[in-house]
């Protein structure tokens, strides 16, 4: 009996709403003006980094400091900004697009409530990350960022004050249960815990666990410094040993794939469909 390659990709993967969104919102754009700037990039996939850029998409990294040159609609992306970037950006009048996701938007509210009522704030999460630096620019006043479990066993937790706990949007999910369930455990019931994972990440990471427990090979698609993907990676490697991130289908792993291998493939949040379905057909056409 021949036997054929057998792949399932995971049921949750691929663009997530705010990252589609920021993209159809400079897709829009680009189709009005020759010129925007992103600030910073919006989605980390070379592949339509470059068909933006090739559209009139300009990345700037340093928004404050080339203020002076912006001669075009800003956009930004759905990692969200600081308070003091859309400042800026109103008092030099410069128009903007603000694709941040509305997730983000929402822990943006949060974090500026609470710390305006006299909470500390505590991020988990990678405090260089885009999204909490845009997260931290929000607060009045202290915060502490924990990226781990040891770190928040560290953190020394005033009983006497008050504090409110946010999430990066993609965080790990089982990490951050582990955070919640050593705080309740240690009976801190003055720090108001918000979960603020995102769904589509939630859903995103429980889906691809059971697909890579399952499978000999595992392929995350996305970008290798996009921190959803990342986090995918980790989680597959975890139930899989032959897991590999890759951007497209020219990084498959070939020499670990045969007929008989059954293949597994998610995708982070980041990732066209387009790219998964050409991963999916290069690797078919290996058979
Ligand atoms: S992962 Fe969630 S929070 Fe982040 S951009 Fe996508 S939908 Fe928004």
Redesign the pocket.
Known sequence: MEVFMEIKKAEHMGF????KNAVDCATKALDEESKIYSYGEIIHNQDVVELLANKGLVVIEDLENSIDKIDAKVLIR?HGVSKKIIDTLHENNIEYIDAT?T??KNIHRIVNKYSSDGYEIIIVGDSSHPEVIGIIGWINGKYHTVNNFEEIKRLSIDREKKYCLVCQ??FNNNIFKEIVEFLNENDYTNIVVNNTI?D??IKRQESCINIAANSDVMLVVGGKNSS?TKKLYELCKEKCEKTFLIENYREIPYKYIDKNTKIGITAG?STPDWVIEEVIQYVRESE
Request: aromatic residues 6%; proline residues 0%.
């Open positions: 997530c709403f705010g990252v759905s996701c997730k983000v949007t993609t995102c589509a990440t959803n949040a």
